[in-house]
């Protein structure tokens, strides 16, 4: 600008330099919002329960829940057998009176919040000769779909299929197919909740043909478009890490083309993948931490949730064997939430117990904190909990303690009542602060 030149109105200006910066980041931003929508409005089951295909049937989900309370009832007859079990393996402070009682409720109500049938590697047809496994897996699978027809689902369920590498790809596509069609035959619709799993991924490729089996089982079975979604097993060190060095699991989600819901850790085939001698194979190997973290990166912001594995030591047996089973699965389920993984998978009734004490111990000892951390963010006047003075929130952070009670009232842990008095905001007031509409201030 010249000395003798008059300077720029500082409205105009700033308007000539947004419409330059909004053409410059259209295709960014349309490409940001494509691709990270942000966390699901969905709610996320906080385990999913596998059970090989042959052990389920039309009242499966209700002789799990039987199994569990038996369990339950046997080795924590009240609160304080449950805090000598699990006190130091889940930390406090948590009221065991009230978890107790709510635990036991839940067992009762919803044993299972999600199952999956085990086509892959929990389905061994032992003693099936193997030239008759076909026609026993695919009579497997149309008594399955017969069964559960008809019959009270978890709000989550689905099956787990056999991989796409060439040795399975065959017989998953087969039983996928024969699944879904056999569904869609009663009128065109599927039940609700279902989730299908693809195990062992190794490449992008694998997760792109998954897509085009989707779209061609819609096309064939009537079904609306999208109606197809599926979770990703990450059980393969391929999966985490491509041959270039890059992280494949992001590659992974955005190839899926807006159906990949989940992101499923495989701790035993990925930890044996990678060398570790079976004894130390865990959910909390510095490998499946490396994986999971990963995985956690990955999937941010896309609207892909995230599952932690399973331990393989089950609650059978003696009074102190189950106890000790049952104290471990604890630990781990706390230590997989405390690190932003919300669900994890169980493999045997008895570990609904230890799922839902560690869960919801979780939630209610920071639930007091969380809502009065609220309160104090939004200027609130909790009925029956406190403000909290010590803390300076910003919006991202009072999302997350949101989402912290939006969890706990979806899978039981508190009720509408509790948080209202804690915080002074109703779950719809929750759900607002958890996920704003775009151009909203918080």
């Not at 897509?211 to 393969?236: K, M, N, P, Y």
């Amino acid at each position: 600008m010249s000395r003798t030149q008059a300077p720029a109105d500082p409205v105009e200006l700033q308007q000539r330099l947004l419409i330059a910066a909004d053409l410059d980041l259209a295709v960014a931003d349309a490409r940001l919002a494509d691709r990270f929508p942000g966390a699901p409005a969905t709610r996320q089951p906080v385990h999913t329960l596998y059970l090989p295909a042959e052990r389920v049937h039309a009242g499966v989900v209700a002789l799990v829940g039987e199994a569990a309370l038996e369990a339950f009832d046997e080795h924590l007859p009240g609160p304080d057998a449950l805090r000598e079990v699990f006190d130091q393996a889940v930390p406090g402070p948590a009221d065991a009176r009230v978890i107790h009682t709510l635990v036991r409720a839940k067992l009762e109500r919803e044993p299972v919040e999600d199952l999956r049938i085990d086509f892959e590697d929990g389905f061994t047809q032992r003693g099936v000769p193997a030239g008759m496994r076909d026609r026993d897996e695919d009579d497997h699978v149309d008594r399955v779909v017969s069964e559960l027809s008809t019959a009270p689902l978890p709000p989550f369920w689905g099956l787990r299929f056999g991989s796409l590498e060439p040795a399975t790809r065959r017989r998953g596509i087969r039983t996928l197919t024969r699944f879904v069609t056999g569904l869609a035959a009663g009128g065109g619709s599927l039940p609700p909740g279902l989730r299908p799993t693809l195990p062992k991924v190794t490449s992008v490729d694998q997760v792109r043909a998954m897509v085009r089996l989707c779209r061609e089982l819609e096309t064939a079975c009537g079904l609306d478009e999208r109606t197809l979604r599926f979770e990703i097993q990450i059980e393969t060190p391929q999966s985490i890490c491509a041959p270039d060095g890059s992280a494949l699991v992001a590659r992974l989600v955005h190839a899926a083309d807006g159906r990949c819901i989940g992101l499923h850790y495989g701790t035993y085939d990925y930890s044996a993948a990678c060398g570790i001698a079976a004894e130390y194979q865990a959910m909390d190997h510095p490998v499946a931490d490396h994986a999971k973290a990963v995985m956690q990166v990955a999937a941010a912001g896309t609207g892909v949730t995230l599952s932690d594995g399973s331990t393989n030591r089950l609650p059978v047996g003696d009074r102190e064997d189950v106890r000790a089973a049952w104290r471990l699965h604890g630990r781990l389920v706390d230590r997989s939430l405390r690190r932003g993984y919300y669900q994890g998978w169980d493999l045997h009734p008895a570990q609904l117990v230890s799922r839902y004490v560690a869960t919801y111990a979780f939630y209610r000892r920071s639930l007091p904190t969380a809502c009065a951390r609220i309160a104090a963010y939004l200027g609130t006047t909790p009925s029956g909990g406190t403000v909290a003075t010590g803390y300076l929130d910003e919006p991202a952070t009072a999302r997350a303690l949101a989402d912290f009670c939006v969890r706990a009232l979806d899978c039981g842990a508190a009720t509408d009542r509790e948080v209202h008095e804690l915080a002074g905001v109703s779950r719809p007031e929750l759900e607002a602060l958890r996920r704003p509409r775009p151009g909203t201030a918080l």
